[in-house]
């Protein structure tokens, strides 16, 4: 489910916007790439029924997420994923919905770090000064900055991030006293 945050960024730059309805409802789904049929499921096992895309992704509705893939294609998701700098393999499969493909947390991380940089996605580094013992500088480096997705985008994100914790998965992190957005996800065996 961490995964998300660049789905839904797919979905708002390609139509939709946080109050479409979406049918948070069971569905089968073709996956042309392994010939085999794929039937997501909501992590509590319930539907809710049209829902808003705001509050699908609050609630981590597989569902939801899985029909947002399935309308706007799992290659423009996959492209997504490149613009935000993913370079493990993602395929266009359905079940990217869910996040199936494993990702480096360099990445993950860098990729969050587009919504509060409005859009601009700057490429980690682990050192930024080295000096000697008298101060003077030996070498420098600047990140790479890039605008990836419309500062818009970002800002709505960001928004639906706060949702997350506000009326959310994410309601544990709601006593922190800041002001926070995040996506919640699990893992394969926690």
């Not at 479409?20 to 499921?41: A, H, M, R």
């Not at 706007?72 to 199936?100: C, D, E, M, N, R």
């Not at 994100?157 to 996506?183: E, Y």
Request: neutral net charge.
């Amino acid at each position: 489910s961490t995964f998300k945050p660049i789905i839904y960024t797919a979905a708002l730059e390609n139509g939709y916007n946080p109050s479409s309805i979406i049918q948070d409802e069971p569905f089968v789904s073709f996956n042309q790439w392994t010939g085999e049929l794929w039937e997501p499921q909501n992590h509590t096992n319930d539907f809710k029924g049209p829902i808003t895309l705001r509050r699908g992704f609050e609630q981590s509705r597989n569902i939801v997420t899985a029909r947002i893939v399935e309308n706007i294609t799992p290659q423009v998701v996959v492209k997504y994923g490149k613009k935000f700098g993913f370079t493990s393999t993602l395929k266009p499969y359905p079940s990217i919905a869910l996040g199936t493909f494993e990702v480096k947390l360099v990445e993950m991380v860098a990729a969050y770090s587009v919504f509060p940089n409005m859009g601009i996605r700057v490429e980690p580094f682990l050192v930024k000064t080295v000096t000697d013992q008298n101060g003077n500088i030996i070498e420098e480096n600047y990140p790479d900055r890039k605008q990836v997705i419309e500062p818009d985008t970002a800002y709505i994100m960001n928004f639906l991030m706060q949702g997350v914790v506000k009326d959310g998965t994410g309601w544990r992190a709601r006593g922190l006293k800041a002001p926070i957005g995040g996506k919640t996800g699990t893992m394969d065996d926690y």
